[in-house]
């Protein structure tokens, strides 16, 4: 499953839009009834914070957090974290992903600067 989602115009850190991406996968397998799923996230933030081994701070965080936390015992998944950046495996399709949902929205972007 390849999916792309853009987060509007108002500017986000780079953990929120990690959130985002595990919640929307994680929704998607409860909504099909998909169970023991590994995950994988080259966020270690998220997912040590996620799995409650690091303090989440911030309070949208934190709803995220507990969110995907109950989505992930749910369904039996396992998150695991791994390298990540240029030249790791599934890294090109998610930057490509990202870069085609961003110049779809260009224009919004473009506004704020």
């Known amino acids: 499953m390849s ?16 959130y985002q991406g595990l919640t929307l996968l994680l929704e998607y397998l409860y909504m099909h009834s998909i169970r023991n799923v590994i995950i994988y996230s080259d ?24 969110k995907c936390y109950g989505l992930l015992v749910q369904g039996a998944h396992v998150l695991k974290h791994i390298k990540g950046h240029d030249g790791e495996v599934g890294n090109e399709r998610a930057d490509e992903l990202c870069n085609m949902i961003l110049d779809e929205h260009k224009e919004e972007h473009e506004k704020l600067a």
Do not use: I, M, R
Not at 3 to 18: I, T, W
Not at 43 to 66: I, R
């Open 43 to 66: 966020s270690e933030l998220v997912v040590q914070q996620t799995l409650g081994n690091w303090e989440v701070k911030q309070p949208d965080l934190k709803v995220l957090a507990t």
């Open 3 to 18: 999916q792309a989602k853009y987060l509007g115009p108002e500017l986000h850190s780079n953990n929120f839009a990690e």
